[in-house]
Each structure stands twice: as C-alpha cells, then as structure tokens.
C-alpha cells in the first residue's frame, strides 16, 4: 500500500494562477479532508468528504474546491491563487466513523508571489 | 469548530517526563486524537481516547475526561528524538479539529 500520496510536492504559482493539489490513497477510505497548515495557526480544516460524490466545507473554505468523483482521489482546487494561500497543505484519509486514525500525506508546499 | 487550547511550546530534559495539555469544546465530540509531527513531516498518529481514563502505549500515554473537556499525553524517559510538535485534534463523527500544536524541546 502506497498510503496516501500528495503530488506535487513543492508548487510556486503567482497571483490569480489556478492549479490543483492532488491527492490519492489505496486504503479505500470513506474519509479524506485538506488541511492548511501555517506557522502560529496550526492544522486547519478547508474541506472534508465522507464518500463519493459528498463534500463539505471546513474552517477555511474561501478560495478553494474540491470534487470527490471516486473513493480513491479527492484533489483541491485553487482558483486565483492569492499570497495569502501560501501554506504547506496536507491531504488526510481513515475509515468511516469516529474511531478511527487519519492518515496523512507527505504535503505539499505552496507558495503563491 | 472544536475550539482546541494547548500550550505553544515546551523544553525538558532529556530522561525525564513530561506532560502535554489540551482543552476542547464537548459539544459534538466524538473522540481525542493525539499526533506527533516532526519539523518538515506530515503528523503521525499517537493516540486516540473515546472514554474517560488513561491509556499507556510504551512510553506515551494519553488521558481523557469527557465531562471536563480535557486531554493530555504523558510522555517518560524522554530521548531527544522526542523533540517535536504534537498536536491534540476533537474528532466529531465526520472530522477531525485540530489546536495549534505543542512544539516540544528535549534538551540533554
């Protein structure tokens, strides 16, 4: 099992750029959420999905989408990038339920001019 | 959200032990999760507490009371690999919140 995996793993990007963050897992997980993680702030929540075709919103929506198409990738997309999304962001997966571990992917760090 | 406090930062000393707080918000909680995460790494699991009481795993061991909204992780025999940030997260059924981190320092 490859885990979770995140490409890429470093992005530059200037202001009002799009690109998508990928991320992948081999666990047939139920669950997977973004995360930003920033200096001072901690890991927060953009965006989570319970399954297929279910998404919803985190801590920190604004400025990203997410789509969850298949059980196995749930990429996030930043639409006009802007210099206050530079972050290091990390995808997470577990099994559906309570009781169960996140995983986490190695991130990607962002950093938007 | 799940508003989390624990501490910034912490030293001690290599060999000793230390204890790492952590309040939350009890509504909509389902469990505690407790991850380490090493400067430049994705977090790794530790633990998770559901009931009340204490759990030991080796040398880590992680407490939870439900009633007051309070967790902490209890680490011995400090080694300077120790040196980290660890980051207690309230689980509601469908995610995960996280505080600010502890970043740890073992000093010899």
């Known amino acids: 099992n490859a885990g979770v995996t995140q490409t890429p793993k470093f992005q530059v990007l200037k202001t009002g750029q799009s690109m998508t963050l990928q991320c992948a897992q081999d666990?047939?997980?139920?669950?997977m959420s973004w995360y930003r993680q920033d200096p001072g702030m901690g890991l927060r929540l953009i965006h989570y999905?319970?399954?297929?075709?279910?998404?919803d919103q985190g801590e920190v929506p604004n400025g990203y989408n997410v789509s969850r198409s298949t059980t196995e990738d749930f990429p996030l997309r930043l639409l006009s990038a802007a210099p206050s999304q530079t972050s290091v962001y990390f995808c997470a997966s577990r099994k559906k339920g309570g009781a169960y571990e996140q995983y986490f992917g190695p991130g990607t760090r962002l950093t938007v001019t | 959200g799940q508003n989390i406090d624990q501490p910034t930062e912490m030293t001690a000393t290599e060999g000793a032990i230390v204890q790492i707080n952590c309040t939350y918000q009890?509504?909509?909680?389902?469990?505690l999760f407790w991850y380490q995460q090493h400067a430049g790494e994705a977090p790794t699991f530790l633990s998770y507490n559901v009931l009340d009481g204490l759990e030991e795993k080796g040398r880590f061991s992680s407490f939870l009371s439900r009633s007051k909204g309070y967790s902490y992780l209890l680490l011995k025999e400090l080694q300077m690999k120790d040196s980290a940030s660890y980051l207690c997260?309230?689980?509601?059924?469908?995610?995960?919140?996280f505080g600010i981190g502890t970043k740890l320092q073992v000093i010899p």
């Open positions: 997260g309230s689980g509601g059924y469908q995610k995960v919140t």
């Open positions: 999905s319970v399954g297929a075709g279910i998404t």
């Open positions: 009890t509504s909509g909680f389902n469990g």
């Open positions: 666990m047939n997980h139920e669950y």
